[in-house]
């Protein structure tokens, strides 16, 4: 059963977006999580930018709002809340600070994974760490290659109690900072049927903030979502113990793994542009000054204002209804319900859509509001450095390819690292 009112939800912008349809349960967490992301999260967020760190108090909102457990699925004792839900809390996070809506993407993203390929012994532990030791976890899976599919360098050897030693330095460790658990990909070169498929050898492991041999370096510099402080991690003979082996060989990553990343940052980047317009609206009423011609007195009131306006919101809703779709598209490929390719296109066209729309108003807030935005108090530019540096994720040119083949074609997208 869907509830279709969001009266005790905020609007994102006014009464344009439509209802969505997320269940009682999930809407009534959303009503009840929306002030600690407007108190504790958005006042926070210029200083995080600033600081170029980990959002250590935001976090710690979030971990006392229960969010961060909210995909550990009923079976295993949690709320089992959907990928539509999961969508809207990024994008709801992404409007007050797009770097804590990316740590949050990961956490939710490995918890979704994991609990359904890591072996049976560790599963109950993890839910317990989720659960009673509100654990967040960050992920470490990029390497420093001259291709980003180059064969991993970081290894994790097999030990005689049945976990890993693990060697190797990654880079865009997002949320790994402090994590309580860093989810670090690494190689294995004794597992069984490399030789024919290097998939095999693939293996995740959680590795404990406190674990010995652990540098992290702390030397993210980016243009944009500098908090999430996703810079180099060293890790120099790291003992994994067996009850922290994520993944069996063979099982790991679900072949849909790459598709829910894409419809997150499609939600971040729409959560960003959303911020960016709110942001404007009172700037735009209270100090813009309206052109002569307009014949007005207040910007607001401006007719090109108001139709620019208009032209973002309008995006902005297209790109959201699209993207919020896409969650309930994840939730029916897990239940077998459609194929690969038919959730694969709809997320493509939903990346590509929130990254046209998000960076289109990111940049057309300036002339809404006028030269005066342009000074650095405003602050304004941060929505421009986040959109901008988050929508590199992966070329949505590719994206628009993608699609076109796909429709010209009948091109089915395998899986890969972002297909």
């Given at each position: 059963m869907f509830f279709f009112e969001m009266t005790e939800l905020s609007p994102l912008l006014g009464k344009a977006f439509p209802h969505n349809r997320l269940?009682?349960?999930?809407?009534?967490?959303?009503?009840?999580?929306?002030?600690?992301?407007?108190?504790?999260?958005?006042?926070?967020?210029?200083?995080?930018?600033?600081?170029?760190?980990?959002?250590?108090?935001?976090?710690?909102?979030?971990?006392?709002?229960?969010?961060?457990?909210?995909?550990?699925?009923?079976?295993?004792?949690?709320?089992?809340?959907?990928?539509?839900?999961?969508?809207?809390?990024?994008?709801?996070?992404?409007?007050?600070?797009?770097?804590?809506?990316?740590?949050?993407?990961?956490?939710?993203e490995l918890v979704r994974e994991i609990l359904v390929y890591c072996p049976d012994a560790v599963r109950p532990n993890l839910v317990r760490w989720l659960q009673q030791d509100d654990a967040v976890l960050g992920v470490a899976v990029g390497e420093a290659g001259r291709k980003v599919d180059d064969p991993w360098t970081t290894i994790c050897m097999p030990q005689?109690?049945?976990?890993?030693?693990?060697?190797?330095?990654?880079?865009?460790?997002?949320?790994?900072?402090?994590?309580?658990?860093?989810?670090?990909?690494?190689?294995?070169?004794?597992?069984?049927?490399?030789?024919?498929?290097?998939?095999?050898?693939?293996?995740?492991?959680?590795?404990?903030?406190?674990?010995?041999?652990?540098?992290?370096?702390?030397?993210?510099?980016?243009?944009?979502?500098?908090?999430?402080?996703?810079?180099?991690?060293?890790?120099?003979?790291?003992?994994?113990?067996?009850?922290?082996?994520?993944?069996?060989?063979g099982k790991a990553p679900l072949v849909h793994s790459s598709l829910r990343y894409q419809a997150g940052f499609a939600a971040v980047l729409l959560g960003i542009a959303i911020g960016a317009l709110r942001a404007a609206t009172p700037f735009i009423n209270q100090r813009s000054r309206p052109w002569p011609s307009s014949g007005v007195d207040n910007a607001a009131a401006d007719p090109y204002v108001q139709r620019l306006t208009g032209e973002l919101v309008s995006e902005l809703v297209a790109a959201y209804t699209l993207t919020m779709e896409t969650g309930d598209l994840l939730?029916?490929?897990?239940?077998?319900?459609?194929?690969?390719?038919?959730?694969?296109?709809?997320?493509?066209?939903?990346?590509?859509?929130?990254?046209?729309?998000?960076?289109?108003?990111?940049?057309?807030?300036?002339?809404?509001?006028?030269?005066?935005?342009?000074?650095?108090?405003?602050?304004?530019?941060?929505?421009?450095?986040?959109?901008?540096?988050?929508?590199?994720?992966?070329?949505?040119?590719?994206k628009h390819a993608e699609l076109g083949r796909h429709v010209l074609t009948g091109w089915d997208p395998p899986p890969g690292i972002y297909q």
């Open positions: 269940e009682a349960k999930e809407l009534a967490f959303l009503a009840d999580f929306q002030p600690i992301v407007d108190t504790e999260i958005a006042p926070l967020a210029a200083e995080h930018d600033a600081a170029g760190r980990y959002p250590t108090r935001a976090i710690s909102a979030l971990k006392r709002s229960g969010v961060l457990q909210t995909s550990i699925p009923k079976n295993l004792g949690g709320r089992g809340f959907s990928h539509r839900f999961s969508l809207e809390a990024q994008l709801r996070i992404g409007i007050a600070d797009s770097s804590v809506a990316q740590i949050f993407k990961i956490h939710d005689t109690d049945g976990g890993f030693m693990v060697d190797g330095k990654k880079i865009y460790t997002t949320g790994s900072a402090e994590a309580d658990f860093i989810a670090v990909w690494a190689f294995n070169p004794e597992a069984k049927g490399t030789e024919q498929n290097p998939l095999f050898g693939a293996q995740l492991n959680l590795v404990p903030k406190s674990a010995s041999g652990v540098t992290v370096h702390r030397d993210w510099d980016a243009l944009g979502q500098r908090a999430t402080d996703s810079g180099t991690i060293t890790f120099s003979g790291v003992k994994v113990s067996p009850e922290h082996v994520a993944s069996l060989p939730d029916e490929f897990e239940r077998g319900l459609i194929d690969r390719t038919e959730l694969a296109v709809p997320i493509y066209a939903a990346k590509a859509a929130a990254s046209r729309a998000s960076l289109r108003t990111v940049s057309e807030i300036y002339p809404l509001m006028g030269t005066r935005s342009t000074a650095r108090t405003n602050g304004f530019d941060r929505y421009w450095r986040n959109a901008r540096t988050l929508s590199l994720h992966d070329p949505v040119d590719w």
